[in-house]
């Protein structure tokens, strides 16, 4: 994602193990697959790191301008899955999601049941009630 015209991905780290179960996945995406490179010739301002870590489970992390960083764990997951990480985080633009203080829904409009107050006391109170109708 650009803000103000500046992509604000600027690293994209993928880390996996050389003989782990859970990164066969991005090792077959790494040695057979162009999308690392189409996605390389796509995006030149985004430097593209790759360095095995052995003994542990396969994460791409992406640095962004801000100095945030976001990772996203891989483990067992098929080449198209690696793809949508690639484009997820080319797509963010880093930043935390701040939420907006205050309740989620509040109306203008007054309550036609009334405002409930703890004194009201329905076990004293009757009801007439008619049936109409068959």
């Known amino acids: 994602m650009a803000t103000r015209g500046v992509p604000q991905l600027q690293k994209l780290r993928i880390r996996y193990c050389e003989h782990g179960g ?3 996945a991005v090792r077959s995406y790494l ?8 996605f390389a010739r796509d995006n030149p301002h985004i430097k593209i790191i790759v360095k095995p870590r052995n003994g542990n489970h396969p994460y791409i992390e992406g640095q962004y301008l801000s100095g945030q960083s976001k990772q996203v764990c891989v483990k ?3 080449e198209r899955r690696i793809l949508e990480v690639f484009d997820m985080l080319r797509n963010t633009s880093g930043r935390k999601i ?5 309740l989620a829904v509040r ?12 004194m009201l006391n329905l076990e ?5 009630m008619t049936v109409v109708g068959g």
């Open 22 to 24: 859970s990164s066969a």
């Open 31 to 38: 040695s057979s697959s162009p999308h690392l490179l189409n």
């Open 76 to 78: 067992n997951t098929d």
């Open 98 to 102: 701040v939420r907006l203080g205050g």
């Open 107 to 118: 109306g203008d409009c007054v309550s036609v049941q009334g405002v409930w107050t703890p």
């Open 124 to 128: 004293q109170e009757t009801f007439d």
